[in-house]
């Protein structure tokens, strides 16, 4: 039981009040959002660091005026996942368990084991939740059944599992109809709206990588017997700095959003080709002037296209439709030529250093 | 959208199989049809291995090897040197990319 002392810090407290069970007291909390709680989304969807710190208290909440014989329905600790469930509620009187999921969403708790059988009977018992209802049901999101194994709970607490749609904007048509689920409630979607809100969280990572990056070709291409030239450095190097600029666009943020219209199901092909595409584009009309050297077309034509497949590659941790046996078949075949690639794009370096001194 | 074919590792065992449908009820890509009094898979290659039929199968009719389809997950893990983790949670939440 969230006793008020140690009631989720993010939640606006101001209205906050209580319901008195015969458990003792419950926090109420409202359906509609605050303006922090807006600002709150759009900041965890924009900084990993915020995001990973965004909780709730776990325990028991009241929303409406719940009585013994409302719904109690299931969420995860990280507060973006309990303010979506809060303001779909709108309306309904229900009561909510919050599980200990250390800050992650349902999804991706329920594969760690977190959102799990073994912490659900604990807060069932915790929240003392059979005197505070009547009734035997908890409904848990669809998406937390691969940590709970339902028949469990219910051996050892007499809760029966129903789960609900996979999205909880679908919780009141479930809810009316009496806890049926139809087909299209049970499916993941993975449109373009939900794959443009998460590549936010594959350029920004990126983009530390870019940094580090455009450090090694300012002293690459600056580098000149008589030592680092800045006119060197931004002569030469900027066509490689924008090329690599492409090359992390590519992989982070086009071919997720264009993902089914991509040829090829492995995500590493599907970023491989759009980067050699974009580098092609940008090298060969464009930049012939300032990309003057074979070596330094061939590194362009090996190192960008591996780089945004790599990245194009860590998109399959978002996705809904990837699996750990395909993503695992990829990485066999495309991380040996990765590495295959650094080592060619690194001598075709080089190469070109060695051809402008006039060693070659 | 799916994903690469014939790598799936979901089996069913139809003689444990009681028909009672809570497969069907978890599986969030349709992998799963009613047949007659049982269930089979309807297409395999949907299934992306999360391993929810299997846990709630209180028959034991599934299996599968269940993880997360994640390469910074595996990438982290060949490089521990254990099971793929993504990092977000748990104790080294620091440089957390996914979810």
């Known amino acids: 039981m969230s006793s008020p002392g140690e009631c989720c810090e993010n939640v606006e407290l101001i209205d906050l009040r209580f319901v008195d069970t015969t458990a003792g007291r419950v926090p109420v909390v409202p359906a509609d959002w605050s303006r922090r709680d807006r600002l709150g989304r759009l900041k965890c969807r924009l900084f990993n660091s915020y995001r990973m710190s965004y909780t709730v208290e776990p325990g028991i909440y009241a929303l409406g005026s719940p009585d013994g014989r409302s719904p109690v329905l299931v969420t995860a600790n990280y507060k973006l996942s309990f303010d979506l469930l809060r303001r779909e509620l709108t309306g309904f009187d229900a009561w909510i368990v919050v599980l200990d999921t250390r800050g992650i969403n349902v999804w991706c708790a329920a594969g760690k084991g977190t959102f799990g059988t073994d912490e659900l009977i604990r807060r069932i018992c915790s929240t003392h939740l059979s005197e505070i209802v009547e009734h035997r049901r908890i409904i848990l999101p669809q998406l937390g059944a691969p940590g709970v194994r339902a028949h469990k709970v219910r051996e050892q607490t007499e809760f029966s599992v129903s789960y609900g749609p996979v999205y909880a904007r679908d919780l009141p048509a479930y809810l009316d109809s009496g806890c049926i689920a139809t087909a299209k409630m049970r499916r993941t979607q993975f449109g373009f709206k939900e794959r443009l809100e998460l590549t936010p969280m594959e350029i920004f990572p990126a983009l530390k990588g870019f940094l580090i990056f455009l450090a090694a070709v300012f002293v690459v291409f600056g580098l000149q017997p008589e030592g680092i030239l800045f006119r060197s450095a931004w002569g030469s190097g900027l066509p490689i700095a924008v090329l690599g600029l492409a090359a992390l666009l590519t992989g982070t943020l086009l071919t997720p959003l264009l993902l089914p219209w991509i040829p090829f199901r492995s995500f590493a092909l599907k970023g491989f080709l759009l980067g050699e595409l974009a580098t092609a584009l940008l090298t060969f009309p464009a930049g012939t002037e300032a990309v003057r050297s074979i070596y330094l077309i061939a590194f362009s034509l090996v190192f960008f296209p591996a780089a945004g497949s790599y990245l194009a590659l860590q998109f399959t941790g978002s996705t809904s439709f990837t699996g750990i046996s395909g993503v695992k078949k990829e990485l066999k075949i495309a991380l040996p030529l990765y590495i295959a690639a650094a080592a060619a794009s690194l001598i075709l370096l080089i190469l070109y250093k060695l051809q402008e001194w006039g060693i070659l | ?99």
């Open chain 2, 1 to 99: 959208m799916k994903y690469l074919t014939n790598v799936v590792t979901l089996e069913l065992i139809p003689e444990r199989c009681t028909g009672c449908g809570r497969c069907l009820e978890v599986c969030p890509r349709e992998v799963f049809g009613k047949n007659g009094k049982t269930v089979r898979i309807v297409d395999r290659d949907l299934c992306i291995e999360c391993g929810a039929c299997m846990m709630n199968c209180s028959f034991n009719a599934i299996r599968v090897n269940a993880g997360v389809g994640c390469a910074a997950a595996i990438i982290n893990g060949l490089i521990k040197g254990g099971e793929p983790e993504c990092g977000c949670g748990g104790n080294d939440a620091s440089d957390a990319s996914c979810c």
